[in-house]
T-cell receptor
């Protein structure tokens, strides 16, 4: 049963510390998404990759957030320095896009619950 | 991006059909209508999607209005495991760009 995996599942850190969240997309999927979920804002799209290239990161605060795909099996989301307002659940999702760029279904991971004190 | 409007919450009795409405009056001709649901403490999961015609799958049915300005997700027999937040989303047929807006969704409570 292929699934998206995320590590760590929970992270508590202090303000100013660097946080790295990792995601392993489903093997063979060529699109990866990072979302953030909070009670106030709901689910927000932060960044979107296709074939490891960033296509859209307009939802991500550029000064402190960065997203990369070092290889096809790993996506990372980094926050440096972290702030209390970054506390949220961060979800990674993957999907299989056609050559046209369209895709049907996103498969979500279990999320990383981040608490910044 | 086109937005959707859903009721904040709905209730249904177990084993009865549930009709979850969604308004998307600013939908464009190339926008697909997607439904996802999020069970407690889990990531969202895909339910169904469509463009113009009604769609059926093993989880649900999607009824799309003729003018495409609204749609309804139909759960034919609600079970307790269907209690979740249901999101109606418009996905643009673009290769790039911010394509998904989840909104606040409808929290479905299933009463035993």
């Amino acid at each position: 049963d292929a699934r998206v995996t995320q590590t760590p599942r929970h992270k508590v850190t202090e303000m100013g510390q660097e946080v790295t969240m990792r995601c392993q997309p489903i093997l063979g999927h060529n699109t990866v998404f990072w979302y953030r979920q909070t009670m106030m804002q709901g689910l927000e799209l932060l960044a979107y990759f296709r074939n490891r290239a960033p296509l859209d990161d307009s939802g991500m605060p550029k000064d402190r957030f960065s997203a990369e795909m070092p290889d096809a099996t790993l996506a990372t989301l980094k926050i440096q320095p972290s702030e209390p307002r970054d506390s949220a659940v961060y979800f990674c999702a993957s999907g299989l896009a056609k050559d046209s760029g369209s895709y049907n279904e996103q498969f979500f991971g279990p999320g990383t619950r981040l608490t910044v004190l | 991006d086109a937005k959707t409007t859903q009721p904040n919450s709905m209730e249904s009795n177990e084993e009865e059909p549930v009709h979850l409405p969604c308004n998307h009056s600013t939908i464009s001709g190339t926008d697909y209508i997607h439904w996802y649901r999020q069970l407690p403490s889990q990531g969202p999961e895909y339910v169904i999607h469509g463009l113009t015609s009604n769609v059926n799958n093993r989880m649900a049915s999607l009824a799309i209005a003729e003018d495409r300005k609204s749609s309804t997700l139909i759960l034919h027999r609600a079970t307790l495991r269907d209690a979740a937040v249901y999101y109606c989303i418009l996905r643009s047929w673009r290769g790039t760009g911010n394509q998904f807006y989840f909104g606040t969704g409808t929290s479905l409570t299933v009463i035993p």
